[in-house]
Protein backbone atom coordinates (compact mmCIF):
# COMPACT_ATOMS: atom_id res chain seq x y z
CA UNK A 1 0.00 0.00 0.00
CA UNK A 2 1.39 3.30 -0.75
CA UNK A 3 2.99 5.08 2.40
CA UNK A 4 0.27 8.09 3.38
CA UNK A 5 -1.15 8.77 -0.76
CA UNK A 6 -4.07 8.98 -1.40
CA UNK A 7 -5.88 9.30 -4.62
CA UNK A 8 -6.05 13.22 -5.74
CA UNK A 9 -9.80 14.23 -6.17
CA UNK A 10 -10.13 14.95 -9.68
CA UNK A 11 -11.76 17.96 -8.92
CA UNK A 12 -8.71 19.89 -7.00
CA UNK A 13 -6.84 18.82 -10.60
CA UNK A 14 -7.53 22.50 -12.57
CA UNK A 15 -7.93 23.13 -16.35
CA UNK A 16 -4.93 25.00 -17.44
CA UNK A 17 -6.35 27.16 -20.68
CA UNK A 18 -4.87 26.27 -24.08
CA UNK A 19 -4.00 22.49 -22.52
CA UNK A 20 -6.51 19.65 -23.45
CA UNK A 21 -5.75 15.81 -22.80
CA UNK A 22 -7.66 12.94 -23.91
CA UNK A 23 -6.93 9.07 -23.47
CA UNK A 24 -7.72 5.76 -25.56
CA UNK A 25 -7.76 1.89 -24.51
CA UNK A 26 -5.49 1.05 -27.29
CA UNK A 27 -4.15 -2.61 -26.00
CA UNK A 28 -0.83 -1.76 -26.31
CA UNK A 29 0.03 -4.55 -23.61
CA UNK A 30 -3.40 -5.38 -21.58
CA UNK A 31 -6.76 -5.27 -23.33
CA UNK A 32 -9.38 -2.99 -21.91
CA UNK A 33 -7.01 -0.48 -20.01
CA UNK A 34 -6.64 3.17 -20.86
CA UNK A 35 -2.79 3.39 -22.25
CA UNK A 36 -2.51 5.93 -24.78
CA UNK A 37 -2.63 9.95 -23.84
CA UNK A 38 -2.63 12.64 -26.37
CA UNK A 39 -1.73 16.14 -24.78
CA UNK A 40 -2.94 18.58 -27.29
CA UNK A 41 -1.59 22.41 -27.13
CA UNK A 42 -2.91 25.99 -28.43
CA UNK A 43 -0.77 27.37 -31.32
CA UNK A 44 2.47 29.21 -29.51
CA UNK A 45 2.86 27.19 -26.55
CA UNK A 46 6.30 27.30 -24.86
CA UNK A 47 7.80 23.42 -24.25
CA UNK A 48 11.17 22.55 -22.67
CA UNK A 49 12.40 19.33 -20.79
CA UNK A 50 15.31 17.27 -19.11
CA UNK A 51 15.41 13.38 -19.97
CA UNK A 52 17.14 10.29 -18.58
CA UNK A 53 21.17 10.26 -18.97
CA UNK A 54 21.02 6.42 -19.62
CA UNK A 55 23.07 5.94 -22.67
CA UNK A 56 21.01 3.77 -23.29
CA UNK A 57 18.04 5.91 -23.51
CA UNK A 58 14.59 5.04 -25.10
CA UNK A 59 13.52 5.77 -29.21
CA UNK A 60 10.71 8.56 -27.96
CA UNK A 61 13.39 10.22 -25.76
CA UNK A 62 15.68 10.20 -29.07
CA UNK A 63 13.06 11.79 -31.29
CA UNK A 64 11.62 14.18 -28.72
CA UNK A 65 15.14 15.85 -28.51
CA UNK A 66 15.16 15.79 -31.90
CA UNK A 67 11.70 17.21 -32.24
CA UNK A 68 12.28 20.12 -29.55
CA UNK A 69 15.49 21.23 -31.13
CA UNK A 70 14.06 21.18 -34.64
CA UNK A 71 11.10 23.61 -33.91
CA UNK A 72 13.55 25.85 -30.83
CA UNK A 73 12.42 29.24 -31.91
CA UNK A 74 10.43 28.43 -35.61
CA UNK A 75 7.44 27.01 -34.69
CA UNK A 76 5.58 25.70 -31.20
CA UNK A 77 4.54 21.89 -30.25
CA UNK A 78 1.06 21.32 -30.87
CA UNK A 79 0.82 18.07 -29.35
CA UNK A 80 2.70 14.73 -26.73
CA UNK A 81 1.82 11.19 -27.12
CA UNK A 82 2.24 9.20 -24.36
CA UNK A 83 1.61 5.09 -24.23
CA UNK A 84 2.42 2.76 -21.65
CA UNK A 85 3.39 -0.81 -21.71
CA UNK A 86 6.23 -0.84 -24.07
CA UNK A 87 8.99 1.39 -23.33
CA UNK A 88 9.84 1.24 -27.24
CA UNK A 89 13.43 1.01 -25.85
CA UNK A 90 16.07 -1.31 -27.10
CA UNK A 91 14.46 -1.45 -29.82
CA UNK A 92 17.09 -0.30 -32.67
CA UNK A 93 16.56 1.37 -36.27
CA UNK A 94 13.08 -0.19 -35.58
CA UNK A 95 12.31 1.41 -32.86
CA UNK A 96 13.46 5.30 -33.79
CA UNK A 97 10.95 4.18 -36.72
CA UNK A 98 8.09 3.63 -34.89
CA UNK A 99 8.50 6.75 -32.08
CA UNK A 100 8.35 8.84 -35.76
CA UNK A 101 5.62 6.76 -37.71
CA UNK A 102 3.44 7.54 -34.25
CA UNK A 103 4.34 11.24 -34.21
CA UNK A 104 3.46 11.09 -38.42
CA UNK A 105 0.07 9.51 -37.89
CA UNK A 106 -0.69 12.02 -35.31
CA UNK A 107 0.56 15.18 -36.70
CA UNK A 108 -1.98 14.35 -39.82
CA UNK A 109 -4.89 13.82 -37.51
CA UNK A 110 -4.07 17.74 -36.03
CA UNK A 111 -3.13 18.72 -39.40
CA UNK A 112 0.64 19.69 -37.98
CA UNK A 113 4.15 19.35 -39.00
CA UNK A 114 5.38 15.41 -37.63
CA UNK A 115 8.49 17.95 -35.76
CA UNK A 116 5.43 19.34 -33.59
CA UNK A 117 4.75 16.32 -32.17
CA UNK A 118 6.97 14.84 -28.98
CA UNK A 119 6.13 10.74 -27.98
CA UNK A 120 6.69 9.48 -25.02
CA UNK A 121 6.79 5.23 -23.87
CA UNK A 122 7.00 3.62 -20.31
CA UNK A 123 6.81 -0.04 -19.81
CA UNK A 124 8.66 -3.42 -20.88
CA UNK A 125 11.88 -2.75 -22.54
CA UNK A 126 13.50 -4.17 -25.57
CA UNK A 127 9.70 -5.00 -27.23
CA UNK A 128 8.52 -3.98 -30.64
CA UNK A 129 6.46 -1.14 -30.55
CA UNK A 130 2.66 -2.18 -31.24
CA UNK A 131 2.26 0.92 -33.96
CA UNK A 132 -0.68 -0.36 -35.62
CA UNK A 133 -2.64 0.15 -31.81
CA UNK A 134 -1.21 3.26 -31.18
CA UNK A 135 -2.31 4.45 -34.60
CA UNK A 136 -6.04 3.11 -34.26
CA UNK A 137 -6.33 4.41 -30.84
CA UNK A 138 -5.12 8.06 -31.27
CA UNK A 139 -8.72 9.30 -33.30
CA UNK A 140 -10.84 8.20 -29.70
CA UNK A 141 -7.92 10.21 -27.69
CA UNK A 142 -8.81 13.19 -29.94
CA UNK A 143 -12.57 12.55 -29.38
CA UNK A 144 -12.14 12.33 -25.19
CA UNK A 145 -9.71 15.92 -25.69
CA UNK A 146 -11.26 17.90 -22.55
CA UNK A 147 -9.25 20.79 -20.44
CA UNK A 148 -10.88 19.01 -17.29
CA UNK A 149 -9.33 15.49 -17.53
CA UNK A 150 -5.79 15.25 -16.02
CA UNK A 151 -6.64 12.61 -13.39
CA UNK A 152 -7.72 10.34 -16.27
CA UNK A 153 -4.78 11.39 -17.86
CA UNK A 154 -2.66 10.59 -14.87
CA UNK A 155 -3.99 7.17 -14.54
CA UNK A 156 -3.27 6.62 -18.55
CA UNK A 157 0.47 6.53 -18.03
CA UNK A 158 0.52 4.50 -15.22
CA UNK A 159 2.11 1.39 -15.21
CA UNK A 160 3.16 -0.62 -11.72
CA UNK A 161 2.09 2.63 -10.13
CA UNK A 162 -0.77 1.53 -7.52
CA UNK A 163 -2.60 5.16 -7.66
CA UNK A 164 -2.42 8.11 -9.87
CA UNK A 165 0.05 10.86 -9.30
CA UNK A 166 -1.30 14.79 -9.93
CA UNK A 167 -1.60 17.71 -8.33
CA UNK A 168 -2.41 21.47 -9.07
CA UNK A 169 -2.00 24.76 -7.36
CA UNK A 170 -2.68 28.70 -8.40
CA UNK A 171 0.14 31.66 -7.73
CA UNK A 172 0.57 34.87 -7.96
CA UNK A 173 3.11 35.58 -10.67
CA UNK A 174 3.25 39.10 -12.04
CA UNK A 175 0.03 40.31 -12.33
CA UNK A 176 -2.11 37.27 -12.68
CA UNK A 177 -2.71 34.31 -10.91
CA UNK A 178 -1.44 31.36 -12.93
CA UNK A 179 -2.19 27.99 -12.74
CA UNK A 180 0.20 24.77 -12.56
CA UNK A 181 -1.41 21.44 -13.05
CA UNK A 182 1.05 18.06 -12.97
CA UNK A 183 0.75 14.57 -13.61
CA UNK A 184 3.77 11.41 -13.02
CA UNK A 185 4.01 7.75 -13.36
CA UNK A 186 7.01 5.64 -11.48
CA UNK A 187 7.07 3.42 -8.94
CA UNK A 188 10.22 1.28 -10.00
CA UNK A 189 13.29 1.28 -11.68
CA UNK A 190 13.89 4.58 -10.22
CA UNK A 191 16.69 7.07 -9.86
CA UNK A 192 16.23 9.83 -12.16
CA UNK A 193 19.62 11.21 -13.66
CA UNK A 194 18.54 14.15 -15.87
CA UNK A 195 19.97 15.73 -16.46
CA UNK A 196 10.44 4.56 -15.59
CA UNK A 197 9.74 8.15 -14.62
CA UNK A 198 7.78 10.18 -16.73
CA UNK A 199 6.22 13.97 -15.45
CA UNK A 200 4.54 16.46 -17.26
CA UNK A 201 3.87 19.97 -15.88
CA UNK A 202 1.46 22.99 -17.49
CA UNK A 203 1.05 26.18 -16.75
CA UNK A 204 -0.93 29.00 -18.28
CA UNK A 205 1.89 31.24 -17.52
CA UNK A 206 3.38 33.59 -20.21
CA UNK A 207 7.26 32.81 -20.08
CA UNK A 208 9.69 33.24 -22.67
CA UNK A 209 10.89 29.35 -23.74
CA UNK A 210 14.57 29.96 -22.47
CA UNK A 211 13.05 30.94 -19.45
CA UNK A 212 10.86 27.44 -19.39
CA UNK A 213 13.89 25.73 -20.11
CA UNK A 214 15.83 27.33 -17.22
CA UNK A 215 12.70 26.35 -14.67
CA UNK A 216 12.27 22.71 -15.63
CA UNK A 217 16.19 22.11 -15.41
CA UNK A 218 15.77 24.02 -11.97
CA UNK A 219 12.60 21.89 -11.17
CA UNK A 220 14.17 18.63 -11.95
CA UNK A 221 17.24 19.05 -9.61
CA UNK A 222 15.47 19.42 -6.82
CA UNK A 223 12.57 17.34 -7.33
CA UNK A 224 13.42 14.44 -9.09
CA UNK A 225 16.70 13.78 -9.19
CA UNK A 226 16.85 14.02 -5.51
CA UNK A 227 14.49 10.84 -5.42
CA UNK A 228 15.56 7.16 -5.36
CA UNK A 229 13.78 3.30 -5.47
CA UNK A 230 15.95 1.19 -6.82
CA UNK A 231 19.04 3.33 -7.80
CA UNK A 232 17.83 2.12 -11.38
CA UNK A 233 18.34 4.81 -13.88
CA UNK A 234 15.55 3.69 -16.61
CA UNK A 235 15.85 4.31 -20.27
CA UNK A 236 13.18 6.38 -20.78
CA UNK A 237 12.90 9.45 -17.80
CA UNK A 238 11.46 12.64 -19.47
CA UNK A 239 10.23 15.58 -17.66
CA UNK A 240 8.05 18.28 -19.52
CA UNK A 241 7.25 21.44 -18.50
CA UNK A 242 4.56 23.42 -20.61
CA UNK A 243 3.62 26.71 -20.80
CA UNK A 244 1.04 27.83 -22.97
CA UNK A 245 1.04 31.61 -22.40
CA UNK A 246 -2.75 32.08 -22.29
CA UNK A 247 -2.64 34.06 -18.81
CA UNK A 248 -3.42 37.93 -18.90
CA UNK A 249 0.33 39.15 -17.70
CA UNK A 250 3.00 40.54 -19.58
CA UNK A 251 5.71 37.81 -20.76
CA UNK A 252 8.48 37.08 -18.06
CA UNK A 253 11.79 37.53 -19.56
CA UNK A 254 14.33 38.28 -17.15
CA UNK A 255 15.80 35.61 -15.25
CA UNK A 256 16.58 38.00 -12.96
CA UNK A 257 13.19 39.06 -12.13
CA UNK A 258 10.73 38.27 -8.97
CA UNK A 259 7.91 37.29 -11.42
CA UNK A 260 11.01 34.46 -12.68
CA UNK A 261 11.43 33.14 -9.35
CA UNK A 262 8.07 33.33 -8.37
CA UNK A 263 7.52 31.17 -11.51
CA UNK A 264 10.75 28.48 -10.80
CA UNK A 265 9.78 27.90 -7.03
CA UNK A 266 5.96 27.84 -8.13
CA UNK A 267 6.93 24.77 -10.97
CA UNK A 268 9.66 23.22 -8.32
CA UNK A 269 6.85 22.89 -5.45
CA UNK A 270 4.51 21.21 -8.11
CA UNK A 271 7.49 18.59 -9.25
CA UNK A 272 8.78 17.77 -5.76
CA UNK A 273 4.86 16.68 -4.38
CA UNK A 274 4.74 14.62 -7.93
CA UNK A 275 8.52 13.34 -7.04
CA UNK A 276 7.56 12.48 -3.48
CA UNK A 277 4.27 10.77 -4.62
CA UNK A 278 6.52 8.46 -6.61
CA UNK A 279 8.79 7.40 -3.75
CA UNK A 280 5.44 7.20 -1.43
CA UNK A 281 4.14 4.62 -4.29
CA UNK A 282 7.39 2.81 -4.59
CA UNK A 283 6.88 -0.70 -5.53
CA UNK A 284 6.22 -2.83 -2.22
CA UNK A 285 7.28 0.41 -0.03
CA UNK A 286 6.12 -0.14 3.59
CA UNK A 287 8.47 3.17 4.66
CA UNK A 288 8.57 6.80 3.26
CA UNK A 289 12.36 8.15 4.71
CA UNK A 290 14.25 11.35 4.42
CA UNK A 291 17.58 11.66 3.91
CA UNK A 292 19.11 14.94 4.68
CA UNK A 293 22.78 15.55 4.80
CA UNK A 294 24.17 18.80 5.87
CA UNK A 295 27.26 20.62 6.58
CA UNK A 296 29.05 19.48 3.58
CA UNK A 297 32.10 21.00 1.59
CA UNK A 298 29.51 20.63 -1.21
CA UNK A 299 25.86 20.30 -2.72
CA UNK A 300 27.55 17.40 -4.53
CA UNK A 301 29.46 16.05 -1.92
CA UNK A 302 25.90 15.81 0.39
CA UNK A 303 24.10 14.43 -2.71
CA UNK A 304 26.51 11.38 -2.75
CA UNK A 305 26.48 11.06 0.94
CA UNK A 306 22.53 10.58 0.71
CA UNK A 307 21.92 8.68 -2.36
CA UNK A 308 24.96 5.96 -0.95
CA UNK A 309 22.33 5.67 2.15
CA UNK A 310 19.23 5.65 -0.23
CA UNK A 311 20.38 3.17 -2.65
CA UNK A 312 21.55 0.90 0.11
CA UNK A 313 20.01 -2.27 -0.22
CA UNK A 314 21.12 -3.31 3.77
CA UNK A 315 20.21 0.49 5.01
CA UNK A 316 16.78 -0.32 3.04
CA UNK A 317 16.14 -3.55 3.91
CA UNK A 318 16.75 -2.83 8.17
CA UNK A 319 14.24 0.04 7.49
CA UNK A 320 11.33 -2.37 6.17
CA UNK A 321 12.29 -4.98 9.53
CA UNK A 322 11.85 -1.85 11.67
CA UNK A 323 15.25 -3.01 12.97
CA UNK A 324 17.98 -0.20 14.06
CA UNK A 325 21.10 -1.87 12.58
CA UNK A 326 22.59 1.41 12.27
CA UNK A 327 25.88 1.11 11.68
CA UNK A 328 25.21 0.03 7.91
CA UNK A 329 24.14 3.90 7.62
CA UNK A 330 27.56 4.85 8.42
CA UNK A 331 29.31 1.80 6.43
CA UNK A 332 27.10 3.67 3.45
CA UNK A 333 28.34 7.09 4.50
CA UNK A 334 31.68 5.44 4.55
CA UNK A 335 31.75 4.58 0.96
CA UNK A 336 30.03 7.74 -0.43
CA UNK A 337 33.67 8.53 -2.06
CA UNK A 338 34.45 11.25 0.21
CA UNK A 339 37.82 10.88 0.39
CA UNK A 340 39.26 13.97 2.74
CA UNK A 341 36.01 12.69 4.91
CA UNK A 342 36.41 13.32 8.91
CA UNK A 343 34.56 10.69 10.32
CA UNK A 344 35.40 11.72 13.86
CA UNK A 345 33.55 15.13 12.98
CA UNK A 346 30.44 13.44 11.95
CA UNK A 347 27.35 13.27 13.76
CA UNK A 348 24.28 11.17 13.03
CA UNK A 349 20.05 11.46 13.60
CA UNK A 350 17.12 9.64 13.27
CA UNK A 351 14.35 11.40 13.65
CA UNK A 352 15.89 13.22 17.18
CA UNK A 353 17.21 10.72 18.06
CA UNK A 354 21.13 11.05 18.20
CA UNK A 355 22.77 8.27 17.20
CA UNK A 356 26.13 8.56 16.11
CA UNK A 357 28.46 11.29 17.75
CA UNK A 358 32.24 12.75 16.73
CA UNK A 359 31.57 9.10 13.98
CA UNK A 360 31.04 6.83 16.90
CA UNK A 361 28.09 5.22 18.81
CA UNK A 362 26.75 8.09 21.14
CA UNK A 363 26.87 7.17 24.98
CA UNK A 364 23.25 7.70 25.92
CA UNK A 365 21.94 6.20 22.51
CA UNK A 366 19.05 3.36 23.98
CA UNK A 367 18.45 0.91 20.86
CA UNK A 368 14.67 1.29 21.87
CA UNK A 369 14.89 5.01 20.86
CA UNK A 370 16.47 3.83 17.33
CA UNK A 371 13.30 1.13 17.51
CA UNK A 372 10.94 3.77 17.38
CA UNK A 373 11.91 6.28 15.22
CA UNK A 374 12.18 3.21 12.61
CA UNK A 375 8.72 1.99 13.34
CA UNK A 376 7.10 5.03 11.84
CA UNK A 377 5.81 4.82 8.38
CA UNK A 378 8.10 8.16 7.82
CA UNK A 379 11.16 8.31 8.91
CA UNK A 380 14.23 11.34 8.79
CA UNK A 381 17.80 10.23 8.74
CA UNK A 382 20.01 13.93 9.11
CA UNK A 383 23.32 12.96 8.65
CA UNK A 384 25.91 16.19 10.54
CA UNK A 385 29.46 16.26 7.87
CA UNK A 386 30.35 19.09 9.99
CA UNK A 387 32.86 20.27 7.60
CA UNK A 388 31.14 23.21 5.66
CA UNK A 389 28.20 24.90 4.87
CA UNK A 390 26.37 23.08 2.09
CA UNK A 391 23.46 20.70 2.24
CA UNK A 392 20.75 18.27 0.57
CA UNK A 393 17.69 16.76 0.97
CA UNK A 394 16.72 13.36 -0.74
CA UNK A 395 13.79 10.84 -0.73
CA UNK A 396 13.77 7.34 -0.86
CA UNK A 397 12.08 4.15 0.44
CA UNK A 398 12.28 0.53 2.27
CA UNK A 399 13.10 -2.47 0.51
CA UNK A 400 10.63 -4.95 0.57
CA UNK A 401 9.75 -8.82 -0.01
CA UNK A 402 6.92 -7.51 -2.39
CA UNK A 403 9.26 -5.31 -4.47
CA UNK A 404 11.03 -8.34 -5.34
CA UNK A 405 7.78 -10.32 -6.16
CA UNK A 406 6.75 -7.27 -8.23
CA UNK A 407 9.82 -7.02 -10.39
CA UNK A 408 9.76 -10.96 -10.70
CA UNK A 409 5.85 -11.06 -11.99
CA UNK A 410 6.64 -7.66 -14.04
CA UNK A 411 6.20 -9.57 -17.50
CA UNK A 412 3.33 -12.21 -16.41
Not at 38 to 62: E, H, M, S, W, Y
Not at 133 to 152: K, M, Q
Not at 318 to 346: C, H, M, Q, T, W
Amino acid sequence: MPVNLSSPNPASLLPVAGVMLGIAAAGIRKVGRHDLLVIKLDDGAKVAGVFTQNRFCAAPVIVTREHLQSVDGAASIRALVINTGNANAGTGKDGLANARRTCADLAVLLGCDPNQILPFSTGVIMEPLPVERIAAGLPACLADLRAANWFNAANAIMTTDTLPKATAQQNRIGSANVTLTGIAKGAGMIHPNMATMLGFIATDARVSLPLVKAAVAYAAERSFNCISVDGDTSTNDSFMLIASGTAHMDEVTDARSVEFVAFRDAVTAVATQLAQSIIRDAEGATKFITVRVEGGGTEEECRRVGFAIAHSPLVKTAFFASDPNLGRILAAIGYAGIADLDVEKLDLYLDDVLVARHGGRNPAYQETDGQRVMKQSEITVRVALNRGGANATLWTCDLSHDYVSINADYRS
